[in-house]
């Protein structure tokens, strides 16, 4: 059964709100004050006007957090998102992606049990979908240790749900951009184009993603805690549209200005997906559609890096 949130405020807990996705989630709910009040949590101080919560990473846990304030929504946006990490440090990976996500969801259980909590997994989860668009419903095969802890964490909150009835779901995010990500796709290609050198790419760009901007993934993530059931399950976050890596880069480098000559080198990267496409029927459901195609957000994203070259140059 779907249980939507009432009309009136609730307070929200955003988990890792100094990250990329946090910084943005946080101002996606702040916007709305008369419906959202926040607070925000993260292994660093943060220099905001909304209550604010620190946990030192050499001994986390959440029980002081959850004792103290009465949370009706609590947003991890935190972990480990590196996919080379988790193969190079799997020990690590596993303890920010699945041990925290317990030590949440037990500190929700013994304090906090009507707090909806949102955990942020992966479209890793999939591996290599031989069918497209891929569903919820679609094998979980991951093909990283990052993949396999996602879908860990996925079961954990499912199981939860099952054995303490507490209200949980999970949100399978495919490839998220935009300004303050300074990793991946877009940000290599900025950084590789500065430097004037000729910008070598993985693969053969005929490989595909699903991308979403930054303030639609936002927009999704808070349809999703106003509209879905919360009970253990999961549900894909994306724009719905398949884009080869190959247009992306084209977009982006006509954007930049500069005509920096690019190829892709053929060579496989360790645990990267060929094609990715969602189906995101379930996320439409709650009212959802990407504000604009790929050229839209990319052009924003450019504006931001090349905002970022003004301020290094005058300083």
């Not at 946006?77 to 596993?94: N, T």
């Not at 990500?181 to 910008?199: E, I, N, P």
């Not at 253990?232 to 200005?257: C, H, K, P, W």
């Given at each position: 059964m ?22 943005h ?51 991890n ?18 303890a ?84 303050g ?19 070598e ?23 999703v ?91």
């Open positions: 779907k249980k939507t949130l009432a009309n009136t405020q609730h307070h929200v807990l955003i988990l890792g709100s100094e990250g990329f996705i946090g910084r989630l946080v101002a996606e709910f702040e916007s709305i004050p008369d419906r959202f009040a926040v607070t925000t949590c993260d292994v660093i101080d943060a220099h905001r006007s909304t209550s604010h919560w620190r946990i030192d990473p050499q001994q986390v846990e959440f029980d002081s957090l959850f004792q103290a304030q009465p949370f009706d929504i609590c947003i946006c935190s972990g480990a998102a590196s996919v080379g990490d988790s193969h190079d440090d799997p020990q690590r990976d596993h920010l992606n699945v041990v925290n996500v317990v030590r949440m969801l037990d500190a929700i259980r013994r304090y906090r049990p009507s707090c909806r909590f949102l955990n942020l997994s992966s479209a890793a989860v999939y591996g290599n979908p031989t069918v497209l668009p891929v569903k919820e419903d679609s094998p979980a095969e991951p093909i990283s240790p990052y993949g396999l802890h996602k879908f860990q964490a996925e079961q954990l909150c499912a199981g939860y749900a099952r054995f303490f009835e507490l209200s949980t779901c999970s949100v399978r995010i495919f490839s998220a951009y935009g300004p990500l300074r990793k991946q796709l877009f940000w290599d290609l900025h950084r590789k184009a500065q430097s004037g050198s000729r910008v790419l993985w693969r053969t760009g005929r490989e595909s993603r699903d991308f979403i901007e930054v303030s639609d993934l936002c927009r999704a993530l808070r349809l805690c106003e509209n879905s059931a919360f009970g253990g399950e999961v549900v894909n976050v994306a724009s719905g549209q398949e884009t080869r890596i190959e247009d992306a880069v084209r977009l982006f480098i006509d954007f930049y200005g500069d005509r920096h000559s690019y190829a892709f080198n053929g060579r496989t990267k360790t645990g990267d997906p060929l094609n990715w496409r969602a189906d995101i029927g379930q996320l439409r459901s709650f009212g959802f559609e990407a504000e604009g195609p790929i050229d839209q957000g990319l052009r924003r994203y450019v504006e931001w890096v090349k905002g970022i070259e003004q301020e290094g140059s005058q300083r």
